[in-house]
């Protein structure tokens, strides 16, 4: 029994063939739109991620000031309250060479009172208005290497920031900070912050810690 050939596919119509042709230009145009969409997507989503990123370095340094603030308000004792400012510019701002000076009574000379890493014999008296150390202290005004702010530069070792300390608009002193440790050569936002916080809280605390009991400098 014979069989029959078997049978041509129908040849598309011209119509049929632009029909099929619109088609696939419209799905090109979906196709397209999607990954546009998606392009948004990704960017918005790193730009969600570095806002997180932001947020979370701004709440890590939020904790920072706040345990900054905490230390300086845990004892009246001078010798601690010096050991607990040390502390915190090792190991907030990065750096093992400091100096924390004093106006004497006179208001006429910065007496150095506490430091590390750096040759104290140079520092040990800078009368006010000498250098960057002494011009912080007469015109109160945060000195930062690397921003230019502050009084200009003079002799004496390099300095990366010097930060007056108040008791109101009055000038107690100054934390003079040197060198920087390696993993941090620079100074941040988060630095100026706590500087702007030592400016307020600590020349207070220190202050008070200069009487014992009966009134009398300690």
């Given at each position: 029994?014979?069989?029959d050939p078997p049978s041509k596919p129908d040849t598309p119509t011209p119509e049929a063939l632009q029909g099929t042709e619109e088609r696939l230009g419209e799905l090109r145009a979906e196709n397209a739109a999607l990954r546009?969409?998606?392009d948004a997507l990704h960017q918005e989503r790193a730009r969600l991620e570095a806002r997180l990123s932001e947020a979370d370095a701004r709440v890590t340094n939020l904790v920072g000031l706040c345990a900054a603030s905490h230390r300086l308000h845990e004892t009246?004792?001078?010798r601690a309250l010096l050991d607990i400012l040390r502390d915190i510019i090792n190991n907030i701002v990065g750096s093992e060479e400091l100096g924390i000076f004093e106006l004497d009574e006179q208001r006429s000379t910065l007496v150095l009172v506490h430091s590390m890493g750096i040759e104290p014999a140079?520092?040990?008296s800078i009368p006010l208005g000498s250098g960057i150390i002494g011009q912080t202290a007469l015109t109160g005004q945060l000195f930062v290497a690397s921003e230019g702010k502050g009084p200009p530069a003079g002799s004496g070792p390099a300095l990366t920031a010097c930060v007056p300390l108040r008791i109101g608009s009055r000038v107690w002193g100054v934390i003079a900070i040197f060198?920087?440790?390696p993993h941090k050569p620079t100074l941040g936002d988060s630095d100026l912050e706590l500087f702007a916080l030592l400016e307020k809280q600590a020349g207070l605390v220190l202050a008070a810690s200069e009487t014992d009991s009966d009134g009398h400098r300690s």
């Open positions: 029994m014979s069989q546009t969409q998606l009246f004792e001078r140079e520092l040990q060198g920087m440790l």
